[in-house]
């Protein structure tokens, strides 16, 4: 630690609010504890959950640094006690409570994986807030299992991209919501079978007449409001729906007959609160079952727009318009 600077930029935020709200700063050098690494950041990826602690509906765990920022790519630059897998230099993306809007952001070592060597540190810094989203959710949590069916909603945000690669990796079937023509068309780039313009379709009669009836098996949805009992509608018999947001809303009138009907299974999940052993499972079974797929090229995470650090607020308007596709990453090119 002696070697690096005592004081960092980074993104803070002023006070619960728009993207103004978002104002470049300094502050001191944070340092690792046990089992932690310091990561000297080269990029971090911009995410919805950004946007709610931003306006003051995500608080972040009361040991978590209070900048926002969920994953970043960079040099691994100090260990602290007990960290055995890495070495100074390496080059890492990784799973963080916060903080990653900065120059440096400590992370407990097991969030964090080796890059894949295809990827720069741009397109690495997309991937961990996403990955562990996905496989923890449709996965870990919905069983999505080879042969099956899953519909994504909000098919071409970073959620959707990675969903839709990692279920056709799988084997499975994909079918997609998104709210435009050239939307529908990168979905389907992807790999998905079938992506449904929500703006011009009801989704819930097109899956019907796709699957001659049957419903797919996993849904994964971040919309909520009226999509909730729609997805009632959509699962198949022992079908798995999990919801990891409600952009419409947490609230709906639901008949809950299909899901005794059809035996249909709810949940929902948030990542950020899970436990660091939790968080250590799933980037372990990210790099046995996926990390292979993104060193040869199989998938690749899906970018939009990259801003530099001191852009996060125009980053953060880019993402809260909805108009783009992938990950949205902020570029952080270190003055020290």
Request: hydrophobic share 45%; proline share 6%.
């Amino acid at each position: 630690m002696s070697d690096l600077a005592s004081l960092m930029r980074c993104v803070e935020i002023s006070e619960p609010g728009g993207p103004e709200k978002l104002r470049l700063a300094t502050r001191a050098t944070p340092f690792p504890g046990h089992g932690e690494i310091l990561i000297k950041v080269r990029a971090a990826g911009v995410n919805r959950p950004d946007a709610l602690q931003r306006a003051g509906a995500y608080p972040p765990p009361k040991d978590a640094s209070d900048l926002p920022g969920l994953e970043v790519a960079g040099e691994v630059v100090d260990l602290g006690a007990g960290v055995e897998r890495w070495t100074l230099g390496d080059a890492v993306c990784a799973l963080t409570p916060g903080g990653g809007y900065a120059e440096y952001v400590v992370v407990p070592a097991s969030h964090a994986l080796p890059i894949p060597a295809p990827l720069s540190f741009e397109q690495a810094a997309a991937v961990p807030e996403t990955f562990f989203t996905v496989w923890s959710n449709v996965f870990d949590r919905a069983g999505l299992a080879e042969g099956e069916t899953l519909l994504v909603h909000g098919g071409s945000s970073g959620i959707g991209t990675t969903a839709i690669q990692l279920a056709r990796l799988m084997g499975a079937r994909v079918f997609t919501t998104a709210g435009s023509a050239e939307k529908c068309a990168a979905c389907e780039r992807l790999g998905a079978d079938l992506a449904i313009n929500y703006r011009e379709h009801d989704f819930a009669e097109i899956i019907k007449e796709k699957t001659a009836g049957r419903g797919v098996d996993v849904i994964l949805d971040m919309v909520g409001g009226d999509y909730i009992p729609r997805n009632f509608k959509c699962a198949a018999e022992d079908g798995r729906i999990v919801n990891i947001a409600f952009l419409n809303g947490p609230k709906a009138e639901v008949n809950f007959a299909p899901a005794m009907v059809k035996r249909i299974s709810w949940s929902g999940s948030t990542l950020r609160p899970r436990s660091n052993e939790a968080k250590a499972a799933i980037a372990q079974a990210l790099e046995e079952k996926v990390w292979p797929a993104l060193e040869d090229g199989r998938i690749a995470p899906v970018m939009d727009r990259l801003f530099d650090l001191e852009d996060a607020a125009e980053a953060h308007r880019r993402m809260e318009s909805s108009a783009h596709i992938g990950k949205i990453v902020l570029t952080v090119a270190s003055l020290t």
